[in-house]
């Protein structure tokens, strides 16, 4: 699948979680299943409320803008790849926010 066509499917998610709940965040979790340490285990996933979603046609590929301060993702900017990464709302994370995640097109 192109990822011009992710970028679609990913807006229709993203758009339908703000329509469903309209008060809660829609979050982006590190949801990679290559390896779990001990350190790490039991532990929910890191996750940061989205902020803004880049589709770069130029270079085909999908960036996720999170928002900053306080939230256990450290990076700002993720690239956006459904085996690493799942957009989702959880019960008792509201939105603080009232803008909806805002979509970006560049041509480069």
Not at 23 to 42: D, E, H, M
Request: proline fraction near 6%; aromatic fraction near 8%; glycine fraction near 6%.
């Amino acid at each position: 699948m192109s990822k011009a066509n992710e970028y679609a499917d990913l807006k229709r998610h993203i758009k339908q979680l703000e329509e469903d709940n309209p008060t809660l965040a829609v979050l982006a979790f590190n949801a990679s299943k290559v390896a779990v340490c001990s350190a790490t285990a039991g532990r929910a996933p890191a996750d940061a409320p989205l902020k803004r979603v880049v589709y770069k046609a130029g270079s085909d590929e999908i960036w996720l803008e999170l928002v900053q301060g306080g939230y256990s993702w450290r990076q700002g900017t993720v690239a956006w790849n459904s085996n690493l990464v799942a957009i989702d709302v959880r019960p008792g994370r509201p939105r603080f926010e009232l803008e909806p995640v805002e979509f970006v097109e560049v041509p480069h």
